[in-house]
């Protein structure tokens, strides 16, 4: 018997990946900056393009590219057999719905099959025709160890498809088998045959990874990708340049998908050009004179004062905006040797931990110790103070067993904020009975060098972001049995947490799935422990102030189909 694919209120989108630092500053535990209307605006301007500035080249192949800001450009220029909805309004978590495929998929009764029907008459950019051997022949592609990137190979996702143990086998150069058997194509149908069940594989087959090219493209990289289905096209792309401008079939693909009733209010702009290598110093100047629009990568402003400066402005405060990431800092806490795999010591560091000095220092982001972010979690709340509560963690330090002094071994990057971060956890932890030993890494080889058990740390700085928005992104490959090895890095091996796990990703992706993720997030991080989160990041941008329409949320990061150019 075969379930339809539950959509809800709460269900998924797409967001950056990854673990790493964004940058942006921060002075206080507020969120500023004018918040995106409920509704997709009607009546808007539409027409001319974006000036655009970024520090750093932005890569436009497939979605292999580091995720972040890419996976944004694919927004415009993509569609997947499965799409967040283009404009989630104020405080929604974007719901997935179908893209290039006719409805969710239907799936076997044993969870390991999954079939979706594409769509007919949608038509890449070029006007070529897309067609259901499109999604297996890009698959194929971006799954290629020959691919050049390995990025969707490297996340382990698609692992669970039959067959890809033989076509990409571990340590490949090139694709083994000639194909992946595990998918299947008859007439509009594509058919996965899974290995076992996966609860995200929808949401899997949503990222950018996966968004289908025009077939016939070379397995290795180039700089202007294959002719895609999304509203723009990218049509110069160096590492000086990038060029977008509009897909001349996308409201004919819009009508097909159910998206023309945005006409007139979303995909406003006719593109945008963004100009590569400029720095965050000559970006903000730009922006405050109005030369450009905005900053692509989110970097103009790299300190506190000049924070402070924009937001004390008349003119610069109205066009600036703080926003809430998805992306969560905290210390991996070594679960699996002495000392803290004593529970009770894991809690006291969380209680040790000044959240506010460390969101300080580092001048970026919230305070914030709940493992999920509040961008996943609209309304939650802290569980451990934002301040130290050094007699909570003294008391449970005596609760412990563990005679004091407690050596720890605490190993941060070398790139700054950083040494400072850790001289103040330091004394913060010294300060309640543990002897810190600090243990630099440069950022290159940093998560291996962690991973490796031999290199022996019980805290290590660490920071993460969910692919799609869910808990399952949030804290399965953080936390689970599975991606020990991986940045599971508090080695946390405990059956209650994967029961529990197991549990609530077997639920339908609804409002109900989102609440129980936040009782369990709550749970892990007081009872279990394994990290202190210390900061929930935001994203700053600043305007010109002929752009409107500026949005942002976890799925699409700033979604570029609300933006519009004031006449």
Known sequence: MKKPYLLGAAAIGLVAA?????????????????????????????GGTLKMVGTEFLDPWGGDGYYGKNWQLEFMTSNCLV????????????????????????????????????RQGIVYSDGTPFQAADVKAYMERALDPAEGYQGALGSGYYNGI??????????????????????????????????????????????????????????????VPEATTGPYMVTTATDKQLVVVR???????????????????????????????????????????????????????????????????????????????????????????????????????NYAINRQALVAINGAGQPWSMIESKALMPGATDVYPNA??????KQLIKESGVKTPIKLKFLHGEKPPAPALGAALKAQLDA???????????????????????????????????????????????????????????RLNDPTFESGFAKVDALPYDAARTLAWADFATTVTTDIAPLATWLQDEELNLLSNRVGGFQYDPAHLVNMATLYIKQ
């Open 18 to 46: 990854a673990c790493g630092s964004s940058g942006t500053p921060s002075s206080t535990p507020s969120t500023t900056g004018g918040a995106p209307s409920t509704t997709a605006p009607t009546g808007v301007p539409q």
């Open 83 to 118: 799409d967040p909805e283009p404009n989630p309004g104020d405080g929604k978590v974007p719901t997935l719905q179908p893209g290039l495929a006719e409805a969710m998929p239907t799936i076997s009764g044993d969870g390991k099959t999954y079939t979706f029907t594409v």
């Open 162 to 223: 039959v067959g890809m143990d033989k076509y990409a086998p571990s340590g490949a150069t090139k694709a083994g088998a000639p194909d992946i058997s595990g998918i299947t194509v008859s007439g509009n149908d594509v058919v996965f045959a899974l290995t076992a069940p996966d609860p995200d594989f929808v949401a899997k087959m949503g990222l950018r990874f996966v968004c289908p090219e025009k077939p016939g493209g070379s397995h290795t990289r180039a700089m």
């Open 247 to 349: 897909n001349p079939h996308w409201w004919d693909n819009a009508k097909i998908m159910g998206l023309d009733k945005f006409k007139g209010q979303l995909w406003n702009i006719d593109g945008f050009t963004l100009d590569i290598g400029v720095s965050a110093d000559a970006q903000l100047l730009q922006l405050k004179n109005n030369q450009i629009d905005m900053g692509w990568d989110a970097g103009m402003i790299t300190s506190l004062a000049q924070r402070k400066q924009v937001e004390g402005d008349a003119d610069l405060s109205k066009r600036f905006r703080a926003d809430l990431d998805p992306f969560t800092r905290f210390y991996s806490l070594n679960t699996a040797v002495p000392p803290l795999n004593n529970v009770k010591l894991r809690q006291a560091i």
């Open 388 to 393: 130290s509560d050094v007699e909570k963690a």
């Open 432 to 490: 309640v009975g543990f002897d810190v030993q600090i243990i630099t890494h440069p950022g290159k080889g940093y998560y291996g060098f962690a991973a490796d058990d031999k290199n022996g740390f019980n805290i290590m700085g660490a920071g993460w972001a969910p692919d799609w928005v869910d808990g399952a992104s949030a804290i399965g490959p953080v936390l689970t049995k599975a991606a020990i090895g991986g940045f599971n890095l508090s």
